[in-house]
């Protein structure tokens, strides 16, 4: 059977730690393979030398297949992300390749050519590595790759079995830690309890001498001996403590805390009307999208924008944000807005996470430095430079600066949020759009982060 494998493969940019480490593994043509992990933990890099367009550091890749490799797509002019996205997987399909290589094939794709994929997919008579946070598609996949801290572990099953082990992992060192803390409290306890134990001690001792009971001499002695005992029982407990306290710090890494925290809002959010186009025209050249279209939405509604790639739902979304105008007709906001796109380019890279919380939520730095630890950047991280943060982090500094006060949008748009997210950072974008109060409007074709986010109604252009 037909394959390709990786032999100790490490690959580190100049001058930099490897980003993969000694990875080992092999994709046959009868397995679809799921990678996942973090962004930025090096999964386009693996795909690359996969493809062979990229050199490994160290170690080889072992080709007993032709390979055909899909990018992630950005769009063209005036060619939506998802007619572009379907042309190149059907080129894709279509190249006599044994094995594909799929970057995000999913992104930007309607229901229908989303359907279209799956299918040909399921027909295709070979072998793929999907890099995906589509958890619909994940859960096609036979096996599963996870890439983390440079290492590439290989989990048997489906992205399902995959979940449980993760949960299961998590429960253990929840569970340790959870330990540790008693073991710690236990460990405290005795240490008070052995300290008023000498303080009875040794004021029974002076008392003791004091009345003539025992010779000055004799309980001098019996002090000493005692003190001495008391120094190594101390001695093994702050040892005992030392090693608890650094296991913590241990399982403190492994549990990377990604719970963030959204405050009330100072005011409630407004629940009139929010948006409304009346007659509004407009459309590109050769290529007219609205014609006297007209849309109403209120305050505290949650609503799901849909249709088929090219329908015109991203225009609309800069439409609403005032990002280009109408040709005729109106189009009227109401109440505080915020926007959030796939790009995550609303904070400014210059400044760091404090002050761009700071500046947009016009608020004083040191509540921007509240703000910033609910979000979980605590102490010097607050001070990062967002040019420099992980897409991970770069979200949760984008949702601090939007909704971590209380002075928090009516309206929350967001255009394909979860396209560029990793699996975790679509957790925590829909933990926080759970937390929030307001209206929502959002262009979305990830089935299951709709389905979590509390959508009321859906619009269909």
């Known amino acids: 059977m037909k394959s390709i494998s990786l032999i100790n493969v490490s690959f580190a940019h100049h001058g930099c730690d490897d980003l993969l480490h000694n990875c080992t593994a092999t994709v046959r043509t009868d397995q679809i393979i799921a990678m996942i ?131 299961a992992l998590r429960a253990n060192l929840e569970s340790q830690y959870v330990d540790t803390q008693k073991r710690i409290a236990e460990l405290n306890r005795t ?18 001498i004091a009345t003539v009971k025992r010779p000055r001499i004799a309980a001098r002695a019996l002090r000493g001996k005692s003190s001495e005992t008391e120094a190594k029982k101390r001695r093994l407990i702050l040892a005992k403590m030392a090693a608890q306290q650094s296991m913590q710090q241990t399982l403190t890494t492994q549990l990377r805390d990604d719970v963030i925290k959204i405050p009330m809002p100072s005011q409630p959010c407004r629940a009139k009307e929010l948006i409304r186009i009346e007659n509004m025209t407009f ?28 329908a015109g739902k991203s225009t609309l979304i800069k439409l609403i944000c005032g990002h280009i105008q109408p040709q005729s007709g109106s189009v009227r906001i109401f109440g505080r807005t915020a926007c959030l796109n796939q790009d995550l380019n609303l904070l400014d890279p210059r400044l760091d996470v404090v002050d761009n919380i700071s500046e947009i939520a016009n608020i004083l730095p040191h509540d921007a430095h509240a703000i910033a630890a609910n979000f979980g950047f605590r102490g010097d991280a607050g001070h990062k430079p967002v040019a420099v943060l992980s897409g991970g982090e770069l979200l949760k500094a984008t949702l601090a600066a939007i909704l971590g006060s209380k002075n928090q949008p009516d309206l929350l748009i967001l255009d394909e949020p979860t396209n560029n997210l990793d699996i975790k950072s679509s957790e925590i974008l829909m933990d926080a759009l759970r937390q929030y109060h307001g209206a929502v409007l959002v262009v979305s074709h990830d089935t299951e982060f709709i389905r979590n986010i509390q959508i009321q109604e859906t619009v269909t252009l």
């Open 283 to 310: 459309g590109y050249e050769n290529s007219p999208l609205f014609h006297n279209f007209c849309f109403s939405m209120m305050g505290q509604k949650r609503v799901h924008l849909t249709g088929p790639n090219g």
């Open 191 to 208: 240490m008070m309890t052995a300290q008023n134990t000498r303080q009875h001690r040794e004021a029974k001792q002076k008392k003791e």
């Open 37 to 167: 992990g973090d962004n930025g933990a090096g999964k386009s890099t693996c795909l690359k030398i996969i493809a062979g367009t990229l050199a490994p550091t160290a170690g080889r890749v072992v080709h007993n297949a032709r390979v055909s490799m899909l990018d992630q797509i950005q769009p063209h002019d005036t060619q939506s992300g998802g007619q572009r996205q379907a042309d190149y997987l059907a080129r894709v399909f279509d190249s006599g390749a044994d094995i594909l290589l799929l970057d995000e094939p999913t992104n930007n794709l309607d229901a229908t050519a989303r359907a279209q994929f799956f299918g040909r997919l399921a027909r295709f008579n070979g072998g793929a590595i999907i890099v995906s946070h589509d958890r619909e598609l994940l859960r096609r996949a036979d096996v599963i790759w996870e890439l983390a801290a440079g290492k590439l572990t290989v989990y048997g099953g489906g992205y399902d079995f995959y979940v449980a082990k993760r949960d």
